[in-house]
């Protein structure tokens, strides 16, 4: 086993804790689903949000999946940068798995998957 770093990003429509909690949730849900993983594997979560959005953190809606109760989680603010991609949630997920690096499958959904399209799944 070693510990890799698996990305993912997604956008929202509207400022709402409501939105936000269920684009995280959905990130998440993907990140696992197509990766074949569980939350036990995950060692800690990073999210970041762009400046744009403050309704809510987005570990606070992924907390609510089933088996989120011990995963580290961090909360960060996306540095402020011309042109870049609004209204928009990330997140660094540092997981234990047998899969080499460029054996997984990054997540980027909605308007997020202009910020990576080479790795975008859908």
């Given at each position: 086993?070693?510990?890799?770093?698996?990305?993912?990003?997604?956008?929202?429509?509207?400022?709402?804790?409501e939105e936000?909690?269920?684009?995280?949730?959905?990130?998440?849900?993907?990140?696992?689903?197509?990766?074949?993983?569980?939350?036990?594997?995950?060692?800690?979560?990073?999210?970041?949000?762009?400046?744009?959005?403050?309704?809510?953190?987005?570990?606070?809606?992924?907390?609510?999946?089933?088996?989120?109760?011990c995963v580290?989680?961090?909360?960060?603010r996306q540095?402020?940068?011309?042109?870049?991609?609004?209204?928009?949630?990330?997140?660094?997920?540092?997981?234990?798995?047998?899969?080499?690096?460029?054996?997984?499958?990054?997540?980027?959904?909605?308007?997020?998957?202009?910020?990576?399209?080479?790795?975008?799944?859908?």
């Open positions: 086993m070693a510990m890799r770093g698996l990305r993912g990003a997604i956008t929202v429509e509207h400022n709402t804790k936000i909690w269920q684009a995280a949730q959905e990130l998440m849900t993907k990140l696992l689903e197509q990766n074949r993983l569980n939350p036990a594997d995950i060692g800690a979560a990073i999210f970041s949000m762009t400046e744009d959005l403050t309704a809510a953190f987005p570990t606070a809606g992924v907390r609510q999946l089933q088996g989120f109760g580290p989680f961090f909360d960060a540095c402020a940068v011309d042109g870049s991609l609004p209204h928009c949630i990330r997140v660094l997920l540092l997981i234990e798995t047998d899969k080499k690096q460029d054996e997984l499958a990054h997540v980027y959904l909605r308007e997020a998957q202009n910020l990576r399209p080479d790795l975008s799944a859908d």
